[in-house]
């Protein structure tokens, strides 16, 4: 992992025009990727992962979505950017990875010729180049017939197969950032498994910064190198892997890591609080916006204007709920997650 910065998002406003007025989804976020780190943006449904994402391809409708903020890649300023000269960038050396392969892909279209599509449009390669470099990318991705998948359309692929598709075509280029939305949450268990391994080994190969956007903490201490927790639109928590599962400490983080399945106990599965992120039109936009979610909180443990602080070196928790925080059945200062 290196410590050049590769996306640098600044104080990023993300809004929605809801009937007359505007909502931010994503609210004031600031948070950098180097080049080759996974970074992993956690939270429920709803807290504005996708929108922040979306704002780094720019993808959101124009006409009812206001950005305000700086995001920083590789030197260019992509908010200042038309359309023509963002699609240079997408594909290229921005790879996306959506939830739903299936839509992602042209149904009308051989597999082979997708691949081969993104190349035409950002490099400069003959067909046979083209070609050959579409059957590489299909071994890569773990295609077990090259030949075969280059001529079959998306409908006649598994789903899993599909997502190793979308997968190909987002390397093609060599991007030096991956943006993964959700890129295993539409398949099965086990074959979601098999795409966060791929997905691994080729970060490994390539050495592409990632973000992760997910809602699985499995999937992500298994991939990430950073975590930037996401409540109501904003970072709750953010530090290196290893800390957020070790030494969790904002309140939604310590719950969330209680809603791992697998391996945890019934005390365990009692940590985890209850409730939804609000909708957009009734966030709360003053003070801690997870208090509606801890009532047996005192009052005075929030503050009044939580922002990101830097308790210890790269790890930065908002608001100071979290410092005597505790499940209703626990004493102030106990654990509920495993130290060991
Ligand atoms: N284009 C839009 N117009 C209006 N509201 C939107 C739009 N896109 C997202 N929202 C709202 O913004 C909030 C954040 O949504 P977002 O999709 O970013 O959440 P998320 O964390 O990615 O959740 P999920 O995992 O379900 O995708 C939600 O309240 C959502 O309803």
Redesign the pocket.
């Known amino acids: 992992m290196g410590n050049t910065p590769l996306l640098q998002i600044r104080n990023l406003c993300t809004s ?3 009937q007359e007025h505007y ?1 931010a ?2 609210d004031d976020v600031t948070l950098t990727i180097n080049e080759n780190e996974v970074v992993a943006i956690v ?10 994402a ?1 704002s780094v391809m720019g993808l ?2 124009k006409e ?2 206001k950005i305000d903020g700086k995001i920083d890649f590789n030197g260019i300023d992509l908010l200042s950017l038309n359309d023509q000269k963002l699609n240079k960038i997408r594909g290229k050396d921005i790879g996306m990875i959506f939830q739903d392969p299936l839509s992602a892909l042209n149904p009308l279209m051989r597999v082979g010729k997708q691949i081969e599509e993104s190349m035409s449009y950002h490099l400069k390669l003959s067909p046979s180049q083209k070609k050959k470099r579409t059957l590489d990318l299909l071994k890569q991705v773990g295609i077990p017939v090259p030949e075969r998948t280059y001529m079959q359309f998306p409908h006649e692929l598994s789903g899993g197969m599909r997502q190793r598709i979308v997968i190909a075509i987002a390397i093609a280029c060599e991007p030096s950032l991956i943006i993964a ?2 890129p295993t949450t539409a398949l099965d268990v086990t074959i979601q498994a098999q795409i966060m391994d791929l997905l691994k080994d080729l970060q490994k190969q390539l050495k592409t910064g990632i973000v992760l ?1 997910t ?1 699985d903490l499995g999937v992500v201490s298994e991939m990430a190198d950073r975590v930037a927790v ?1 409540y109501a ?1 904003e970072i709750v928590e953010m530090a290196d892997v290893y800390t957020i599962f070790h030494n969790p400490l904002h309140p939604y983080t310590r719950s969330l890591l209680n809603s791992i399945p697998s391996s945890k106990s019934d005390a365990d599965r009692l940590h985890v609080i209850e409730g939804i ?1 609000p ?2 039109t009734k966030l709360p936009r003053t003070g801690c916006r997870f208090k509606s979610r801890i009532p047996w909180i005192n009052q005075n443990e929030h503050e009044e204007n939580p922002v990101l602080q830097e308790i210890e070196p790269n790890h930065y928790v908002r608001c100071s709920c979290y410092k005597n925080f505790h499940f209703p059945d626990q004493k102030v200062g106990e654990q509920n997650y495993d130290i060991s």
């Open positions: 929605f025009r809801i909502h989804a994503v939270g429920e449904s709803g807290c504005g992962k996708s929108a922040l979306l959101h409708p009812r979505t939305d959700e956007i809602h996401m639109g992120v909708p957009l």
